[in-house]
């Protein structure tokens, strides 16, 4: 994967195309092809007049990509998730979420004027404390399903448990997973059915290369959520040509299984070699392979001495992530060659050895 042109070319590892779909020629020339016949905009929202066959039939694709009975699509995982919490709860509701949850679902419990009950990373007893403290009213148990600056994975099977045992809504935003992990890249909640997790979101501007997102649970949920859900009902559909070309990209993503496999064995050199190299990555088995540095400034020397060597990763500091855990977020994707996977190997050795000693955890 080559990003920038002339002088300023470097090997991205920084950005979430994890199957080299936003670069894809076939999706490109259906967008072009796409937006010569429906123009370049919706014009109008989904419920005015911006909802288009292309729209639909994308989301029939996804409902049955993701085995659901309905989707329902979004601008973008922004609005998706603004839509979906705030409406399913508000004041008098209860949501009880992950302290590393992605800031888009911080907000949208804000917004939602629920009230909001934090629990430590992962932690299924510290879900359970929380449930506890909640009283009548709607309660959603709400997480990522791959977090996005650390690349694990919520207890999603357990947390169906927990759930059902406080009579709480499972909302999972697989915003890193949809395409990339479980059987047919349907995600890292693939094992949970709808009846289990009924409320799945997934964004279409990563692993789909493109721009949008999703919810994808009953009927009921999608009838409601075009009607109360404030960020899909007053924004303007997405560009009826975007739909056109995530189709592709996901007629593309169920056929082309090399893709997946291709990018799995790009994580395991990669995790194998840093272990060599005495490179200290934090435990992820996703395309998201952070290096935790500590400090803001060793994060961003790491990022510089790399993007000297030519290779672009993401220098992640607070408020992104919690203090003292700045980070190299390094993202791997089917797009890469295993000479550059070797090559940032190396480049990272090197600026890891540069370092004045003791300063990396
Ligand atoms: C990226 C991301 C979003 C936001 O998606 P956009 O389509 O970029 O707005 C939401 N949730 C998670 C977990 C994400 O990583």
């Known amino acids: 994967m080559q990003v920038g042109s002339g002088r300023a070319r470097w090997v991205d590892f920084s950005g979430n195309d994890y199957l080299g779909l936003a670069r894809e020629p076939a999706v490109a020339r259906r967008l072009a092809e796409a937006a010569r016949e429906y123009g370049s905009g919706a014009g109008a929202s989904a419920l005015v007049s911006g909802y288009h066959p292309e729209h639909q039939a994308l989301e029939r694709e996804l409902a049955d990509f993701l085995q659901r009975d309905a989707v329902l699509l979004c601008s973008s995982g922004w609005h998706a998730n603004l839509a979906t919490i705030s409406g399913l709860a508000g004041r008098g509701d209860f949501l009880v979420q992950d302290r590393l949850c992605h800031a888009s679902l911080v907000d949208a419990a804000r917004l939602s004027g629920a009230r909001l ?97 999703f919810v994808a649970g009953s009927r009921p949920l999608v009838r409601h959520l075009v009607n109360e859900g404030r960020s899909y009902v007053y924004t303007t559909a997405l560009p009826p040509a975007q739909a056109a070309a995530t189709r592709q990209a996901l007629a593309l993503l169920r056929r082309e299984n090399w893709r997946r496999e291709r990018l799995l064995e790009h994580v395991g050199r990669f995790r194998e070699g840093a272990a060599q190299r005495g490179i200290p990555l934090l435990p992820s088995a996703t395309a998201i392979q952070p290096l935790l540095a500590g400090s803001e400034k060793v994060t961003l020397d790491l990022a510089r001495h790399l993007a000297e060597r030519g290779y672009r990763v993401g220098a992640i500091r607070p408020p992104t992530v919690p203090a003292g855990t700045s980070r190299l977020r390094i993202t791997l994707s089917a797009a890469h060659g295993p000479a550059q996977i070797d090559g940032l190997l190396d480049a990272l050795e090197d600026s890891l050895g540069a370092l004045p000693t003791g300063s990396a955890q």
């Open 117 to 213: 009950l934090r629990y430590p990373h992962a932690d299924p007893a510290a879900m359970r404390r929380q449930l506890l403290r909640c009283g009548t009213g709607h309660r959603l148990l709400v997480s990522d399903a791959v977090f996005s600056m650390d690349g694990d994975l919520a207890p999603a099977e357990e947390m169906a448990l927990i759930a059902r045992e406080f009579d709480a809504t499972l909302v999972l935003d697989d915003a890193h997973g949809i395409g990339v992990l479980g059987p047919e890249g349907r995600g890292a909640t693939a094992v949970l059915d709808q009846a289990r997790l009924p409320v799945l979101i997934g964004t279409l501007g990563k692993a789909l290369g493109g721009l949008g997102a």
